[in-house]
């Protein structure tokens, strides 16, 4: 997986160069918002997504920053894998 910041994204490539998936973000100071994931047809069912999730999480945390899960896919597999809870940005506020 490689950030490139240019693009603000997060991209993964096969061995070949080939873009296998992406998540998009949006960087305000230490609080990242990570707002679409996308997975190539020709690489679905492969756990690229699963993949891109985890890097990006990690990437956060080791940068010590807070994400805020726009995109569906993310905040999904974030309810699967509490051990992200402690980097997530939580709202107190109740929407009815």
Avoid: N
Avoid at 60 to 83: K, M, N, S, Y
Wanted: charged share 25%; hydrophobic share 40%; with cysteine.
């Amino acid at each position: 997986m490689t950030d490139v910041p240019g693009r603000e994204r997060f991209e993964a490539r096969d061995e070949t160069g080939a873009l296998a998936g992406l998540v998009t973000y949006q960087l305000t100071g230490a609080i990242i918002a990570y707002t679409h994931t996308e997975v190539d047809p020709a690489f679905e069912g492969r756990g690229v997504g699963s993949t891109l999730a985890r890097a990006v999480m990690d990437d956060a945390r080791a940068r010590g920053r807070t994400v805020v899960p726009i995109c569906p896919f993310l905040a999904d597999w974030l309810g699967r894998h509490p051990e992200y809870a402690d980097i997530v940005a939580r709202s107190t506020r109740k929407i009815k």
